[in-house]
C-alpha cells in the first residue's frame, strides 16, 4: 500500500476532528467514554499526519497543493486550498500535539461531568476550526474558520452555561471578538478592492507593487490588525480573555496555550508583507503588544484567583508575541508562541491539578504547604513557572530573550518595557509558588482533601513539563522557520543582566511572601493607591459599562426618539395622515348612496343660489 501524498495528509488532518464532532453527535452522545476515545483519537491521528508533514517539509521538500474554484461571480474568485510550509506546519504540530495532551488530561478532570459528550464534541470542533485557520490559503477561508473558532470557543467558555457568571463570560468573548473581526472584514474588502484577490501568495509578490499611499497601505494593515488584536486580547480588547476561566480549566489551557489566542499572532506573521507595507502600523503593533504585556503583569500581581493569574500571564507573553511582530520578529515571535504553548498548557493543566484536588477551590489564599500533598503537581507547575519566567536553562528563556534583544537593537523604550514585564512575572509566578505551595495550610479542611492526581492527570502534564524544559534548546524552531537564519549572539553582559531580571522578581516574592503572610497587606501598603488600580484590572471594565450604560444607550435613545417622532411621526406618519384624510374625503364623496347624491346636488344647489343672490 502506497504512503498518503502530502495533500491527503493535509486533508486528513483537518477533517479527523470534524468527522470525532459528528460522530459524538449521532452516534455517542449519550456514552462519555465512547466520545473521549473518539476525540482523542481523531486528534492524535491529526498530530501523526503533522508530524508526516513536519518531515516532509523539514527535508526541504515543497508541498503544493492545488486549489478549486469555490465561488466565480464576475471579477470575485474565491479558492478552497491549502498552504503548507514552514510556518503553517510549526503551528499544526502546536495545536495538534499541546491538544492531544489536554484533551486526555480532560478524561480525569472531566469524570462525572454529565455533559463529557458535548465536551469533547466542542473540543473536536474547536480543534477543527482552528486547524482550518492555519491551513488556509487567502483571507476569506481563513475568516470562515476564524468564526468557527470564536463560536466552538464562545460554546466552551460558557459550557457550564447554567453558571450565570459562565453565560456571560462565553456571551463577553463573542460580543468583544466581534468588535475586532468588523475590523477585520472591512479590511479584507479593502484589500481586495485594491489587488482584486484574497490569496496570500498572488498578494505576497503585488501588495507593495500597487503604489499605494501610506494612508491606505496604514488603514489596510491597521483594520486587518483589529481581527488579530481582537483574538489574541490586545489592548483594548483583552478584557474578555480572563473571564475565559469560566469555562473547564482544560478549555482555559487549550484557549490560552495554543490555539485561539494564538490564532491572532499567527495571522499577522502570515500576512507580514501586509503589515510591513506600512512602517506607521508595524510601530502601533509594537507598542500595543509592549503595553499590553505590561498592563497585564501589572494585573497579575494583584490577582487572587489562580487560573486569573494564568490568565494575565497569557496577556502578557501575548503582548511580547505582537512585540517581536510589530519589529519584524516573525520567527522571534513564533519561537515564544511555540515555547509558550507548551509551558502554559503545563501551568494551566498543574493548577488544574491543585484545583481538582481541593474541590474545585480557586483562591490562593486558601491554599498553602501542597507541596507535600500533592509533589508531582508541584514539581510540574514549578517548571512551567520558570519557564513562563526565562529562567535558565528552560524554553521560555531562549524565546523571551530572543524577543528582548529584538528590541535591544530597535526600541530601548520597549526593551525597557519588556525587562520589567520580565521582572513583573517572575514576581508574580514566585509569588504563586511560595502562597500556593509553601508555608502552612491556610485551610485544614482543604488540605486534609488533597491528594496526588491520577496518572491521566499526571502523564500530560510529564510530557508537556519536558517540552517546557527542552523546548527552546539549540535554537530548533528558528533555524527550522529560517533555515538560512544566522542570529547575533548577545555579550555575555546582556545575557547575565537578561537573566539576572527574573531572578531579582523571585527573590522579591520570596522576601514579600516567604513568611506565609494571609493576604497581600505587605504589597498593598508598598504600593498604596495603585494596588487599588491593578487589583480592579485598570478599570477597564468599568469604562466599557459605563460607555454601554452612558454613551451607546444614550445614543439609542437618541436615534429611537427620533425614528419615533420625526421619521416616523412627522415624516412617514405625516404623510400617510394626509393620505388617509384624502382618502376619507374620496370615500365620503363618493359613497355610491343616490339619496347623498341627490342631498349633495340640492345642497349644491342651494349654495349657488346664495352665492348668486350675495353678487
Known sequence: MSMPSPEQLTWFLLFAPLVATVGILLFTRRRPMASAVLSIAAVSLSFVAAVKLFLVVASGA?????????????????????????????MLLVVTGVGTAIQVYSVGYMRG??????????????????????????????????????????????????????????????????????????????????????????????????????????????????????????????????????????VSALIHAATMVAAGVYMVCRVAWLMAASPAMMTVIAWTGGLTALMAALIAVTQTDIKRVLAYSTLSQLGYMMLAAGLGGTTEAMFHLTTHAFFKALLFLAAGSVIMALHHEQGIWRMGGLWKRMPLTFIAFLIGALALSGIWPFSGFYSKDEILFLALEQSRGLLVIGLVTAFLTAFYMGRILWVVFFGEPRDGVLYGHARESSMVII????ILAVLSVAGGWYSVVPHFLNPGLVAAVPSDKIMAGFLAVPLIGFLLAWRVYGKAPTDDAVLRRILGPVYRWMENKFYFDEMYGW???????????????????????????GISGITRGLGGVVRVIQSGDLRFYLFMAGAGVVALLFWWMRL
Request: charged share 10%.
Open 113 to 250: 461531568d454529565s455533559g463529557v459528550p458535548r465536551y469533547f464534541s466542542l473540543m473536536s470542533f474547536f480543534t477543527f476550526s482552528m486547524l482550518g485557520i492555519v491551513l488556509a490559503p487567502n483571507f476569506i477561508q481563513m475568516f470562515i474558520f476564524w468564526e468557527l473558532v470564536g463560536v466552538s470557543s464562545t460554546l466552551l467558555i460558557g459550557f457550564w452555561f447554567e453558571r450565570p457568571a459562565a453565560a456571560a463570560a462565553g456571551v463577553k468573548a463573542f460580543i468583544v471578538n466581534r468588535v475586532g473581526d468588523a475590523g477585520m472584514i472591512l479590511g479584507i474588502l479593502m484589500v481586495w478592492g485594491y489587488a482584486g484577490s484574497f490569496d496570500f501568495a498572488v498578494l505576497a509578490g503585488k501588495w507593495q507593487g500597487l503604489g499605494l499611499s501610506p494612508v491606505i497601505l496604514a488603514a489596510a494593515a491597521g483594520l486587518i490588525f483589529c481581527g488579530a488584536a481582537g483574538k489574541s486580547a490586545q489592548i483594548p480588547l483583552h478584557v474578555w480573555l480572563p473571564d475565559a476561566m469560566e469555562g473547564p480549566t482544560p
Open 62 to 90: 515543497v508541498v503544493s497543493i492545488p486549489p478549486h474554484i469555490w465561488l466565480a461571480a464576475g471579477p470575485l474568485i474565491v479558492e478552497w486550498g491549502g498552504v503548507v510550509d514552514r510556518l503553517s506546519v510549526l
Open 547 to 573: 460607555l454601554v450604560d452612558s454613551v451607546q444607550d444614550t445614543i439609542a435613545l437618541v436615534c429611537e426618539t427620533f425614528d419615533r417622532w420625526i421619521l416616523q411621526g412627522v415624516g412617514v406618519g
Open 459 to 462: 502523564l500530560p502534564l510529564g
